[in-house]
């Protein structure tokens, strides 16, 4: 089982990204439960961003509320983060993180790869 982030890249002061995180495998995945999208600007610790849980509750950092919006899609096994007027300080690497239900393995912690936005002019 494995969670595959990808949507990052460079833009300017302002602007809009939208990240995806899929979670796929090589066995049966039964199910998806909380989601998590955290981020690691240089010189900083890994912080949670926003959180979606299996019923689409979510919650956000401060710092991101009114500019961030957290979805999925559980048909797709997808969690998405809508990011808008975004800033400098938003730079970082990007980490998707969640439950995942496997078949014979059950529930477990899984981390994507990161994906890097940067946020300049």
């Known amino acids: 089982v494995q969670l595959q982030a990808s949507g990052g890249g460079l833009v300017q002061p302002g602007g809009s990204l939208r990240l995806s995180c899929a979670a796929s495998?090589?066995?049966?995945?039964?199910?998806?439960?909380?989601m998590n999208w955290y981020r690691q600007a240089p010189g900083k610790q890994r912080e949670m961003v926003a959180t979606?849980?299996?019923?689409?509750?979510?919650n956000y950092a401060d710092s991101v509320k009114g500019r961030f919006t957290i979805s999925r899609d559980n048909a797709k096994k997808t969690m998405y983060l809508q990011m808008n007027s975004l800033k400098p300080e938003d730079t970082a690497v990007y980490y998707c993180?969640?439950?995942?239900?496997?078949?014979?393995?059950?529930?477990?912690?899984?981390w994507g790869q990161g994906t890097l936005v940067t946020v300049s002019s």
């Open positions: 993180n969640g439950l995942v239900q496997a078949l014979g393995l059950g529930w477990r912690d899984y």
């Open positions: 495998g090589s066995i049966s995945i039964l199910g998806v439960g909380t």
């Open positions: 979606i849980t299996s019923g689409s509750s979510t």
